[in-house]
């Protein structure tokens, strides 16, 4: 099965930055289409952007845009959410997920553990 983990959330300033990585194991991630998700405090899950196996990206939540960027490494079997400027409405739990139709990514077949992310004012 496709396993993964997320890493780099933590504790940050309004205004800093956090990269988030998340590494694929079971099978290469280049097989995948991944997405990013996140579900703050008493909100529901949002999709956040995702990047096709060959990589196109595509951000939905207007409120990060210009702000947060998706990339990946299949080499190392990583994707990445890189996010700037961070506010304190971003903090959540960020998800990483996998799918393998580009046009099903929001509904991702797979999921990560998460890994929280929280910003301070």
């Known amino acids: 099965q496709v396993l993964l983990v997320e890493s780099g959330g933590g504790l940050v300033q309004a205004g800093g930055s956090l990269r988030l990585s998340c590494a694929a194991s079971?099978?290469?991630?280049?097989?995948?289409?991944m997405g990013w998700f996140r579900q703050g405090p008493g909100k529901e899950r949002e999709f956040v952007g995702g990047?096709?196996?060959?990589?196109?990206?595509?951000i939905d939540a207007d409120s990060v845009k210009g702000r947060f960027t998706i990339s990946r490494d299949n080499a190392k079997n990583t994707v990445y959410l890189q996010m700037n400027n961070l506010k304190p409405e971003d903090t959540a739990v960020y998800y990483c997920?996998?799918?393998?139709?580009?046009?099903?990514?929001?509904?991702?077949?797979?999921w990560g553990q998460g890994t929280q992310v929280t910003v301070s004012s």
């Open positions: 997920a996998a799918h393998d139709r580009w046009s099903a990514i929001r509904t991702p077949a797979y």
């Open positions: 990047i096709s196996r060959y990589g196109v990206t595509t």
């Open positions: 079971g099978v290469a991630s280049s097989t995948y289409h």
